[in-house]
């Protein structure tokens, strides 16, 4: 890439734990969010290393963070289980931008404004790397599974 991209709280995170990671960069029409196969396609890896972070609630302010590949979709009922919930449902997307800090389609699970309790698909452990928003329309953070359950805090569980 030419054009040096912007260091997100994703990145400043990551950076401040000494993780290795490595920025990928793709463009966009106008800063519009893609989908994550698209993404995938747009910088070149297969769908299968690409996660999205996916925001859920179980009721008044508990909020959950979910990394799942992006041509999965999560097990709702799963999730609520790995929780010990009985049921959640996905937030609003109005309410993302608030509860996050992040806005739909540069949601990283790295640096939100405040710690949810987060939870990666098991199947990440099986990779070397996964690719998940580095919290900006665009920019992408490729890094191994266990470094970015460091970096947030995240347990690994079946949740798709």
Known sequence: MAKKM??????????QQNISYELLGYKTEGGQPVDGISVS??????????????VATA???DYYVFVVPVAEELDVKKAAKVIGEKKIEMIAMKELLG??????GGCSPIGMKK?????IDAAAKTLDFIIVSAGK???????????LAKACDAAFAEIV
């Open 137 to 147: 329309i665009g920019m992408q953070l490729k890094v191994a599974p266990q470094d």
């Open 99 to 104: 509860v996050t800090g992040y806005v739909r």
């Open 41 to 54: 396609e747009k910088i070149g890896y297969p769908s299968e290393y690409v996660y999205k972070t996916l």
């Open 59 to 61: 009721g008044a302010k």
């Open 6 to 15: 912007a260091k997100t709280n994703a990145v400043r995170l990551i950076k």
């Open 115 to 119: 710690s949810f309790p987060t939870y």
